[in-house]
């Protein structure tokens, strides 16, 4: 069954002072809808992403491009902006200031940023997509003799949880905890900021037992690469990467597998392998990327973009879903944005993704290994009864309900003869923080 098309909604012109709500379940049931609106008023576009939080949108993709390289008319530092905003608001845990990568500039966010990117590199892909593999029929096997579950609080949300945490040495017993504090800061839900509090306290504990007593883990490895990066630094870098990586990977299996089993584009391929696992991640990644709407800027002074007023120090985001889907005004201009990588998913510039090709590998592995296991998997419901978790940031479903054909047996993923039994860390053995 073929979903709506994204954008259909009429395109009604909103009046110059309106701030369209990115928050709530209008617009998460039709965002595209609400792209359009906003694009009747330019390249920028007056929002409102929280109640009494307002921000301008760039919708435009070349005007994106532009901000996110623009480093001289741009910081990142959001500190005063979030002077104005009440302290309790819940935006803040997202884009609230704290000494991380993301909220720095120049010398500052090159330390952090080459200690996270050297960390990161220790990730080996064999070793990755081996213990994907292993999570994924691990989870599989526990749904699998139903012939039905939810694959986003079955599988796409804890297949993330399992190898993100063991990369990182989090206890088990912590582990729901980082889902719950991830979680409600995409949502920008009530408890937002309590739910933030409880993950820095996760990977505040963490930190103190890995420079305690150092292991073979991402955690262990931060802490000894030459930035010297003090505790409160390398929670804030755990934090963030996990925060910046778990609730998008989620997304971005949930929005593929609902992409490969409700897009008419699709018929027959989950079962006869029309398309790859590739193929649907990258037209996800093009029409609903998994942060929609992020890449927070701020003008270091009183400037013009694009045609547009701006203050200093005012709240500039770039809806990336709205300028991977704007219409090309040329076809020499729908030649360049044709790519693979022409999307800004991964955003672009000196705040990049990353963890653009982990993250790739995770996906299409999981996206792989459920469905040779699970090959006759359909929607439970019509797409359109879909409900999609609200916040300014995400695009989500909050439920994917499938059948299939029930299995009695799945190979143990933890027999003892298993290739990847033996070490559960996709980390290269004897690897160091810089080589």
């Known amino acids: 069954m073929t979903p709506p098309v994204p954008g259909t909604s009429p395109l009604i012109a909103a009046p110059p002072d309106e701030r369209l709500a990115l928050y709530g379940p209008d617009f998460a049931a039709d965002p595209h809808g609400h792209y359009r609106r906003l694009r009747s008023q330019g390249p920028l576009a007056r929002v409102r992403i929280a109640p009494d939080v307002d921000a301008m949108l760039v919708t435009d993709y070349h005007a994106a491009v532009d901000l996110l390289r623009d480093t001289d008319t741009f910081t990142k530092d959001p500190r005063a902006w979030q002077a104005g905003v009440p302290a309790d608001s819940p935006i803040l845990p997202v884009l609230g200031h704290r000494p991380t990568a993301l909220f720095s500039d120049g010398d500052v966010h ?57 990369a990182f040495g989090v206890a088990p017993q912590d582990t729901e905890r980082v889902v719950r504090g991830t979680a409600a800061m995409m949502d920008s839900a009530a408890d937002a900021t309590a739910a933030y509090d409880d993950l820095v306290g996760v990977v505040t504990g963490l930190v103190a037992r890995r420079r305690a007593a150092p292991g073979r883990d991402l955690t262990s490895y931060l802490l000894a690469h030459p930035a010297h990066l003090d505790d409160d630094e390398a929670v804030r870098q755990i934090t963030l990467i996990m925060s910046s990586g778990h609730d998008p990977m989620t997304n971005l299996i949930g929005n593929a597998l609902l992409r490969m089993l409700s897009d008419g584009g699709y018929g027959g391929s989950l079962h006869g392998g029309a398309i790859t696992a590739q193929e649907a991640v990258n037209d996800v990644l093009w029409r609903d990327p998994p942060l ?40 020499s201009e729908s030649t360049v944005r044709s790519g693979d990588s022409a999307h800004l998913a991964w955003s672009t510039g000196p705040h990049r993704c990353p963890a653009r090709q982990p993250a790739l590998l995770m996906a299409m592995t999981a996206i792989e290994q459920l469905t040779s296991q699970l090959c006759d998997l359909e929607l439970a419901v019509a797409p359109e009864a879909l409900i999609w978790r609200p916040g300014p940031f995400h695009r989500a479903p909050a439920h994917l309900p499938v059948r299939f054909t029930p299995l009695d047996t799945l190979p143990d993923p933890e027999a003892p003869d298993a290739p990847d039994a033996v070490d559960h860390v996709p980390i290269r053995v004897g690897g160091t923080p810089n080589g």
């Not at 081996?130 to 599989?140: F, P, S, T």
């Not at 890449?295 to 009183?302: C, E, L, S, T, Y």
């Open 110 to 166: 090159a330390r952090y940023r080459g200690a996270i990117n050297d960390t990161l590199a220790l990730i080996e892909p064999h070793l990755l997509r081996a213990e994907v593999a292993r999570v994924a029929q691990r989870l599989i096997a526990g749904f699998s003799a139903a012939g039905s579950g939810d694959l986003i609080a079955q599988y796409a949300r804890r297949l993330p949880l399992h190898v993100f945490t063991a």
């Open 292 to 331: 929609a709407n992020m890449g927070a800027h701020f003008p270091r002074h009183d400037t013009e973009f694009h045609g547009v007023p701006l203050r200093a120090g005012q709240l500039v985001l770039v809806s990336f879903a709205a300028a991977n889907t704007q219409s090309p005004p040329s076809p």
